[in-house]
């Protein structure tokens, strides 16, 4: 459970105080430069060969080929890609909407084959809330439907998470009283209400103007540093991926392959427009449209 108690690296606005903030991630990479090596623990979350497809009116297109990736206990892992990589398709999978037509995703050692409360997922789209319930009816609604809580216990919970994300005074708004933003941080809230194993986000912030995009990294950014809840996000922003990443799986174009893993501890919301964060995000860019072989059988004809 997450503590309710005040934190000091808090502004009276909810979001981190800046020096803190930094302070608090310079520790996190001197944590994980002395931590034993990742592979030794056993990961959370298990891709395996992973091929995925879809259908489209003239043949069948392989989104992904082949991909292998760990995620363990408490990652912010990223999968950053341009357009048609197949990350979003990747992650689906992994939420259990979509089958792989070949290899295996396992999430604590028990294959993925269905959605599940274990695994939540916030999508880019600001119309994800059903418009006739307020912001706490909305947080409180996946605990009613899926029997995790009784009616209290949800609502208090609701509210919980709801004060997580700095909206208690619109608790009784409805939707269409909120901005974009303020949309994307119920459904947040809302995600993390259910406790998951993984939180997934999809491009969750892709359609925000600059400025809220940067706070609500921020704020992810805080949540996580409250919770460390085990986060998959995937995003076609280098900048973004190296924010708010701890690792980065660089895909690469149709049909996405994992072209490289990176670990970006180095690097938070301090760090944009510094020499070396420039630096990583050209290195990023070119490898990750650099030429590649289109691996066998990417694209078939549809029978």
Known sequence: M?????????????????????????????????????????????IRGVTLEYRTPE??????????????QGDRFVLLGPSGCGKSTLLKAAAGFLRPVEGEITLG??????????????????????PWKTVAQNVAFPLRAARALGRREAAERARHYIDKVGLTPFADSYPHQLSGGMKQRVAIARALAMQPKVLMMDEPFAALDALTRRRMQEELLALWD???????????????????????ALLSPHPGRVRAEINSHAFDLTSIGSRDFQGAVQRLHDRLFEAAPEPEGSARASA
Not at 59 to 72: F, M, Y
Not at 112 to 125: L, M, W, Y
Not at 226 to 248: M, P, Q, W
Request: charged share 25%; hydrophobic share 45%; glycine share 4%.
């Open 109 to 130: 050692g028990v294959p993925v084959r269905e959605p599940g409360p274990d695994r939540i997922v916030v999508f880019q789209e600001f119309d994800q809330l059903p």
């Open 59 to 72: 043949r069948v297109v392989r989104a992904t080929h082949r991909i292998d990736l760990d995620i363990h």
């Open 226 to 248: 409250e919770a460390r809840f085990t986060l998959l996000f995937v995003t076609h922003s280098i900048e973004e991926a190296l924010v708010v990443g701890n690792r980065v």
């Open 2 to 46: 997450i503590s309710t108690a005040p934190r000091s690296d808090f502004s009276i606005t909810g979001l981190p105080d800046p020096r803190a903030w930094a302070s608090a991630r310079r520790e996190e990479a001197r944590a994980h430069a002395h931590a034993p090596v990742a592979a030794e623990a056993t990961p959370l979350l298990r």
